[in-house]
């Protein structure tokens, strides 16, 4: 009788089933601080949600494969079980303490995820009183899950979200987030007039009246005009000059000149360079470098900033610049540049927000032991896209740890909403200035 050896055919590798992960703690050197306390605080809870998880394939194992006899204790037993096919015997093997694993284990608990998000749309807690003035924050963050996840709405939800979004703007033009609100046939002369009354003499943006000016001012600028195709050259003069003053030693954007790089003030200034059309004016090398190391060894997910804790949220802060960043350095027709990969590890990161960042009752979370919330749920959801799928169209390559339903959909690298809703948006864009030019309003020049 022939024994065949099951190998990696039906597994997929994943980190934390291999031993060696835990040479990547951090480590203080003798010299223990407030922040390396914290940080090791943290990489307990993440150890914690690596044993959980191996743990788990004791009773997974059990049912998938009828081993009579597995025994996984914390990932160092391993065991072997003999199946019969025909002529063939199978030799099975479970080999905890290696770096395989059935890949079926790693699930995105998509139907948990969707009810939290549905439920959200109707009805939210107590704990989002103080979200009272990011009303229209909460239904972008909710929309867009549910559009990755792939979740449609009902005709009679969109209406409702569509009648409540119409009632957030403001008559004179000013209009919070969602990709949809423009179907209202909002005039764009409204909407322009109020982006000139954010700016600033030296072409930076408030975020509202009387405001703080900083670098989301010019990418929420930068994108609402791009997306309503109000973009003007006297709109934006002196921003690039500003953004790019943005960017500090480290390598990242600071919110304003002068202050820390930060990983979601990163993103809007290479996105707004992206927008306006000059990313190549920043030091696309010292993002990179910068970019990089925010991923954390042993966690896999992102830090906001340079020595700070992991949080669920800048898998789409930082992972999100990456396909920025490979735009801009695929400009210089630099060979060395990937045409299959971003330049982070997709995978660890995946795992890290399959593994951390599931709230178990649906929605995701910043980090194990944290409460689930609709805006980390979001961003984690949008850093997933963004690590699974590699480019668009011919380069595409989708890169999807775990049971292949866990692939969501890709979103806009500039944007963050579907790439559908960014062609509605151009086309509805398009439309509104016809309607102008055939009512005799005057049209904006464009770039
Ligand atoms: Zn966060």
New binding site residues.
């Given amino acids: 009788m022939e024994t065949v050896e099951v190998n990696s055919k039906n597994v997929n590798k994943i980190r934390c089933y291999d031993p060696a992960i835990e040479d990547l703690r951090s480590k203080d050197e003798g010299l223990e601080t407030e922040s390396s306390v914290e940080q090791s605080k943290v990489e307990d809870l993440v150890h914690e949600e690596y044993r959980r998880f191996k743990s788990n394939l004791t009773l997974l194992g059990n049912e998938d494969t009828q081993a009579a006899s597995l025994i996984v204790n914390y990932g160092i037993m391993c065991s072997v079980e003999y199946q019969e096919k025909g002529d063939l015997q199978y030799k099975v093997w479970f080999i905890a303490s290696n770096i395989f694993r059935p890949k079926e284990f790693t699930v995105l608990n998509r139907d948990f995820h969707v009810a939290f998000l549905k439920k959200g749309l109707r009805h939210l807690g107590e704990s989002y009183e103080c979200l009272d003035a990011s009303q229209p924050w909460l239904c972008y963050w909710i929309l867009h899950s549910l559009e990755l996840l792939d979740e449609p709405l009902a005709d009679d939800q969109i209406s409702d979200v569509a009648q409540f979004l119409k009632k957030c703007q403001q008559p004179d033009g000013g209009f919070g987030g969602g990709p949809y609100q423009y179907a209202h046939l909002a005039p764009t002369e409204a909407l322009l007039s109020f982006l000139w009354r954010m700016r600033t003499a030296e072409g930076a943006f408030k975020m509202h009246d009387g405001g703080e000016v900083d670098i989301r001012g010019a990418y929420c600028a930068a994108s609402v005009a791009r997306l309503t195709n109000i973009i003007t050259k006297d709109l934006f003069d002196g921003t690039l000059e500003w953004i790019v003053s943005c960017q500090t030693y480290e390598g990242g954007f600071a919110g304003c000149p002068g202050m820390e790089a930060h990983g979601g003030y990163s993103f809007c200034g290479i996105a707004a360079l992206t927008l306006l059309g000059h990313a190549k004016l920043c030091n696309i090398e010292s993002l990179l470098r910068w970019t990089v190391n925010r991923q954390m060894s042993y966690e896999g997910g992102f830090q906001?900033r340079t020595n700070k804790l992991v949080?669920?949220?800048?898998s789409f802060w930082q992972g999100g610049a990456f396909p920025l960043i490979h735009m801009v350095l695929s400009m210089e027709d630099d060979q060395s540049l990937s045409a299959e990969r971003w330049m982070f590890n997709q995978e660890a990161l995946q795992e890290y927000i399959l593994i951390c960042c599931q709230h178990q009752g649906g929605g995701l979370i910043?980090k194990p032991g944290k409460q689930r919330d609709y805006?980390?749920t979001c961003?984690c959801i949008s850093g997933l896209s963004v690590a699974q799928h590699f480019a668009g169209g011919k380069l595409s390559h989708v890169y999807v740890v775990g049971k292949s339903s866990n692939e969501i959909k890709p979103t806009h690298p500039v944007f963050n909403i579907g790439i559908e809703a960014v062609v509605h948006a151009n086309i509805f864009a398009k439309m509104c200035k016809l309607i102008e030019k055939f009512n005799g309003i005057p049209n904006s020049p464009s770039f």
């Fill in positions: 906001g949080d669920g949220c800048y910043d805006y980390h961003y």
